[in-house]
C-alpha cells in the first residue's frame, strides 16, 4: 500500500527510465545524414582537384583577368570596384611584412586562393545536392560538374565572373528550393550582395530566384525588414566606403558601372555581336558536351526545378540584348545547368557509365587544350622580361631596360607579373566617352606604325631598349626594325588560331 502511495505523489522526484537504444539497421539510415558522408574525403578531393587545375591552366582568358584583379591589387589603382582586388592587395602585403614577395608567389598566390574558394564552393554544392536528391542522382551530378571543362578553364583564374560564380554556387547551397535542407535566408542574401559587390552585373542572375524567394515567402514584411534592407544597407554602405577610400573621393561604383556600361554604352568599344549570339554560339560553347544532357535533363526535371532554368533563360535573354556579348558573363548559371545534366545521366540507367565516359573524353580534351596550349604566349612573355629585372638594379654602361608593348592594348599582365620597376609601356585604349572623332593611341598606331614612331620617338635617345609584338606585325615595321638596328631576340608561340591583329607567336625584339 506505501509502495501504490509514494507512486500516486504529485510533484515528487520520479527517477528517470533508461530506455535501451536498439541498433537496428533501419534507424542507423535514418539518423545517418548525407552531410556527415565522407565530409573530409570529399573536401581533400576537391582541394586536390582544383589545386591540379590551377596548375593545369597555364594561358590567359581576357585581360580583365589581370587588369581588375592583380594589377589593381599591385598598385591599388583602377576602374572598379577595389572590393575585389583587396583580396589579393592583403596576400601581397602578407607576403611584403615576411620578405617572401617574389614574383612567381605574387603571380600563382592569388590563383590558389581562388582555387580554395572554388573547391569549397564544389563541396557546398554536392552537399546541396545530396540533401535535394538520393545519392545516386547526387554523385552524377556531381560528376558533371566536376568534369565541366568551362569550369576547369575559369574557376582558378584571378577574374570578378570566376568571384562571381563561385559565390553563386555557395549561394545556392542556402536558397530555399523545393526540398532543400539548408536553406538559409540570411546567409544566401548576404552571398548574394557580395557577388554583386565583386561584379554589378550578379543581380541579372539572382533577380528572378529573388522574385521566387519572395513570392514563397509567407512572412512577407519580416523578408524585407529583417533580411533585404540591413544587409543590402550594410553591403553597399561597406562597399562604397572601400572605394571612397582608395578613389580619395565619392565614388558609386555600382552606379558607374551601369551607368557607363549600360547607358552610355562604353562595352560596346570592346566590341559586339548579334542578339542571337548566346543562343547560337555562347551557350553551347560555355556548357560544351553537357548540352544534350541539358536539354533531357530540362524535360525531366522542369517542374521540380523550373526555378533554375528560369534563371538561365533569363539570364540569357538579359544577356542578349546587350550588345557586347562574351562566353564569361555566363559562366555563373552554369551550375544551374548542371543540375538538369546529372539527372538525365541518372536517368540512363544502364547507358549512363559509357556515356559518362564520353562525357568525360569530350571535355577533357577542350580543358586540356585551353589550359595548356591556346592563348599562353602573353604570359610566358612576362616570364621572358623578369631577367631585365637584374639589369635594371645593377649599374652598367648599357641602358636601363626600356619596353614598349606594341600590341593591342591590355594583351598582357604588367607589373603584378614583373614585380620590378623596370620602365614599360603598351598602347593606351581608353574607352570613348562622348568625344568628337574621338581614336585611342592602339589605333592610331595600327593606322600608320610608321607615323606613330616617327612623333612619338623624335630622338634616337628615346627609343625603347624592347619591343614586344605579335608576328602579324613584323612585316609593317621591318623598316624601323632595321633602320634602328632591332633584332628578333625571342620568339614565343602563342596560339594555333590568329585572328586579325592578335598572331600566332610573341616576337621580342632587342636594340643593339
Known sequence: MENLRSRLKFGSKVEDVKLRRRKSQLYSRQEESPLNIGVLSVTVFCVVFRLINCLLVQTSFVPDEYWQSLEVSHRMAGIRGFSYPLLFAFLYKILQFISYDSVQLLIWLPRILQSLLASFADVKFLFLLQTLENQDVARWTFFCHMCSWFTWFCCTRTLTNSMEATITALALSYFPLPGSKTHSSKKYLALVALAVIIRPTAVIVWFPLLLYHFWQEDNKLRLITHNYIPIGTLALVTSTAIDCFFYEK???????FLKFNILHSVADFYGSHPWHWYLTQGFAVVIGPHLPLFLHGCMLAFKRYKILLAAVVWTIAVYSLLPHKEF?????????????????????????????????????????????????GTLDVMNHLQPLCDEGNVSTTRPQPDVLFLMPCHSTPFYSHIHCPIKMRFLECPPDLGEEAYVDEAERFYEEPLLWFRTSFPYESSLPTHLIMFDVLEKEISAFLEGNNFVRAAKIFHTHFPEGRVGGSIFIYERH
Not at 565619392?250 to 558607374?256: A, D, G, R
Open 328 to 376: 564569361r558573363f555566363i559562366y555563373p548559371v552554369l551550375p544551374f545547368c548542371m543540375v538538369f545534366c546529372g539527372i538525365s545521366l541518372a536517368h540512363l540507367k544502364s547507358w549512363r557509365r559509357p556515356a559518362a565516359a564520353v562525357l568525360l573524353s569530350a571535355n577533357l580534351i577542350p580543358a586540356l587544350y585551353t589550359g595548356l596550349i591556346h592563348q599562353r
Open 250 to 256: 565619392w565614388t558609386p561604383v555600382q552606379f558607374n
